[in-house]
């Protein structure tokens, strides 16, 4: 039963600020979140169904499909699993490994991009979309003249990569990180001190470390509560230990400290980036490809990997009977589902303009959610 | 437990050999793995298995016992539940447990390693729920709820997630079909009552009443909601418009209707069946196909009409306009039009 003052309200599912079809149902009081309910589905298209009916490198397209503004960290947590499965983690190339090492990070770099547009659109502040737009639209060019495609990448294979890197196309990266530190300035310089940046974002949808953990939040809004956790460095993966970074935490768990989270990310990414870029010139050009079997056939077994994905925790959960080329069952643990779990836990209290800062400091992508 | 980590299956000489796996460990020197031991300890005879394989350890747990045991496991440091999910075993080579398995992984910050619990379930019987001890579970228990209609018992608000709120099945069972089904309720609900729809596995032929359509599964969009309730109280079969013009093979001619034949024209067709009665002429008009488009075979569709059983002459799909024209003719000539 209702309180005379509260009333139900439809937040989406066709709602600009719910970055794809996000239903949200909330019972306010005036503008005052009491209780908030989102509704998902929209875009479940039955991914895990239909990897158990295709091999195992045919399933990679599809990965692209899940969270598809960063499609090569998908790409990526597929094939190590995959990997992992076989026993052939250890025998992927140097140049092989750096390669995706330089994929996802750029992917990261832009996925941070569009959720920073996108953000701060939703909050009401326009330039800083533009400027972003303009650096992401180099690092998708970069996509483009790797693999051809700028979103759905299919970038990896099992075992290695597709193809060598085009002439030139270090180059190009290296033209790029030069000048992206300063770009990242200028999205600073926007927002970081800006008075109606912070009025909107600090002290918005504040969670605690042991409630982040509780809900099994990962990513930029765990670190954004200050727990020192990344999977690239607690769990390494590819060669990652050799890279140097670090993991940039915040204080108070707040919309404010996720965003600079992950603008810290990003220029954690670029720098990773730069390091990359001496080391892949070191290896023997068309080292790529571990010499396995083409045929994917993994034996009888059941195996759990995770990579840090733009959004957080990205894992793959596969059984293989080891008779059949493709997985028996493949289950897919996206961040942006976890982390949308808290979004009532956050948004309780706020007002409803908030809840639009609140799903976009968690940054989820549908496709993902829903799968 | 002999399940030991086998190296990948190589089909070249060529392929250098995989490093040789170490010997499977005994469920009980996994136990006391000093990353699980405590929590083992602690749970006593709850755990039932123990499997290791690339470096994972799984453990089986009783089904019944499944929320203390994560509880002793998040005491024990595992504070993070990674993941949660189902697996349907009915299409597993050899397999003889019970249906169903749900895989819980946990990660220990302290210990910075997963462990993965397992518990198994049949159709009917419920899980314990997880939700008290982890807060994360709750919307990965109702994915697994909603994916493969496993209950667990005691979660605070167990309904569907992905798919929406009486949808009938579950998709990643594995007699769901992979191409999907269509419930159809919500397209048409005066058709097709609410709640009504196939059910997992099924390619629809089964549901009485709300749809006796007998041909192959397809989008209801593309049936004409008066058609369909037309069809539906005559008792004859829905149309089947992607069999229309197939030959069946019983359209060939018999004594008592010569003109039975799909090779003969129209007027040959009608000069034949000129002494016949008013169904064998509209028989004759028919395209002689028996494709059961219209829902009937040809003779069928005839006696339908002669009887004022339906007053539609344009089923024909293969006749086209000629057999049209003829059973408006025929059916004005007998004064049933």
């Known amino acids: 039963m209702f309180d005379v003052h509260e009333m139900e309200v439809n937040f989406g599912p066709q709602h600009p600020s719910t970055h794809g079809v996000l239903r949200v149902i909330l019972r306010i009081d005036g503008e005052r979140i009491i209780d908030a309910k989102p509704i998902i589905g929209y875009l479940h298209r039955g991914t895990e169904k239909l990897f158990e009916a295709m091999s195992y490198p045919m399933c990679i397209p599809h990965t692209d499909r899940m969270d598809y503004v960063a499609s090569a960290t998908n790409n990526l947590g597929f094939v190590e699993t995959v990997e992992k499965l076989m026993g052939i983690t250890k025998q992927i190339p140097k140049r092989a490994q750096l390669m995706r090492v330089m994929l996802s990070e750029l ?54 990569m597709p193809d060598d890197l085009p002439p030139g196309w270090l180059d190009g990266v290296e033209k790029f990180v030069d000048k992206f530190e300063d ?28 409630d982040a953990i509780d ?3 990962t990513g930029p809004p765990l670190r954004g509560s200050g727990v020192e956790w990344d999977l690239r460095r607690a ?51 068309g080292d790529i490809k571990a010499k396995i079997s083409r045929v994917v056939r993994p034996p009888e077994g059941e195996v759990y990997h995770s990579i840090e994905s733009p959004k957080g925790e990205l894992g793959y959960y596969i059984i293989s009977d080891g008779k059949s080329q493709s997985a028996y ?3 897919v643990r996206p961040p942006s589902f976890v982390n949308l779990q808290a979004l009532p836990a956050m948004a309780k209290g706020h007002l409803v303009s908030d809840l639009v800062a609140l799903i976009g400091t968690i940054d989820i992508v549908l496709g993902e959610v829903d799968r | 437990m002999t ?86 075993y009915s299409k597993y080579p050899a397999w003889t447990g019970e249906r169903f398995g749900v895989s819980y992984t946990l ?5 910075n390693n997963r462990v993965r619990l397992k518990v198994t379930t049949d159709e009917s019987t419920p899980i314990p729920s997880v939700t008290s001890v982890w807060k994360t579970a709750n919307w990965h228990e109702r994915e697994t709820f909603d994916m493969f209609g496993i209950v667990f018992d ?71 909601v008066a058609e369909i309730q037309q069809r539906a109280a005559i008792g004859g079969q829905p149309p089947a418009p992607e069999l229309a013009g197939v030959v069946a093979e019983t359209a060939k001619p018999t004594e008592e209707a010569p003109w039975h034949d799909p090779e003969k024209a129209l007027p040959e067709r009608m000069e034949l069946a000129k002494a016949g009665s008013l169904k064998d002429k509209l028989f004759a008009a028919m395209a002689q196909t028996d494709c059961t488009a219209c829902g009937w075979d040809c003779e069928g569709y005839a006696e339908a009409l002669a009887k004022g059983e339906t007053k539609d002459i344009t089923l024909c799909v293969p006749g086209e306009d000629e057999t049209e024209s003829m059973l408006k003719q025929l059916m004005a000539g007998a004064g049933k039009a």
């Open chain 1, 329 to 331: 069952r493949c289950h």
């Open chain 1, 107 to 160: 992917q990261r770099i832009s996925s941070h991009l569009l959720w920073l547009a996108t953000h701060a659109i939703d909050i009401g502040a326009m330039t800083p979309f533009f400027y972003c737009f303009r650096e992401r639209e180099q690092v998708l060019d970069l996509f483009e003249e790797y693999c051809g495609a700028r979103l759905t990448l299919n970038c990896m294979r099992i075992g290695g």
């Open chain 2, 154 to 224: 005691g979660h605070p608000n167990l309904e569907r997630i992905l798919m929406w709120e009486g949808f009938n099945g579950h998709p990643l069972r594995k007699d769901f079909p992979i191409r999907g089904i269509d419930t159809g309720a919500r397209i048409y609900p005066e058709v097709f009552p609410e709640g009504g729809g196939p059910k997992a596995g099924s390619t629809g032929k089964d549901v009485k009443d709300v749809n006796i359509y007998k041909g192959e599964w397809k989008h209801y969009g593309t049936w004409p």
């Open chain 1, 215 to 217: 809900w099994g939040i």
């Open chain 1, 235 to 285: 769990q390494p993966y590819e060669c990652y230990p050799e890279l140097k970074f670090e993991i940039p935490i915040g204080k108070n768990g707040d919309t404010y400290d996720r965003y600079l989270v992950r603008m810290e990310e990003m220029r954690q990414s670029n720098w990773i980036l730069k390091q990359c870029i001496p080391l892949v010139k070191k290896t023997p050009a």
């Open chain 1, 183 to 210: 770009a990242v300035d200028e999205y600073e310089s926007l927002l970081t001190n800006n008075r109606i940046w912070k009025k909107r974002t600090v002290g918005i949808g504040v969670i605690s470390p042991e």
């Open chain 2, 107 to 111: 990660y220990s910050f302290t210990k």
């Open chain 2, 3 to 88: 399940d030991a980590p086998q190296p990948p299956q190589q089909s070249k000489p060529a392929v250098p050999a995989a490093p040789a796996a170490p010997a499977a460990r005994s469920v009980e020197e996994i136990k006391r793995d000093p990353l699980v031991a405590q929590a083992c300890a602690r749970s006593g005879d709850a755990i039932i298995g123990a499997k290791e394989f690339a470096g994972e350890i799984s453990l089986t747990v009783a089904r019944d016992r499944i929320a203390d045991v994560a509880r002793a496991f998040r005491d024990d440091g595992f504070n993070y539940l990674v993941d949660l999910s189902g697996v349907d």
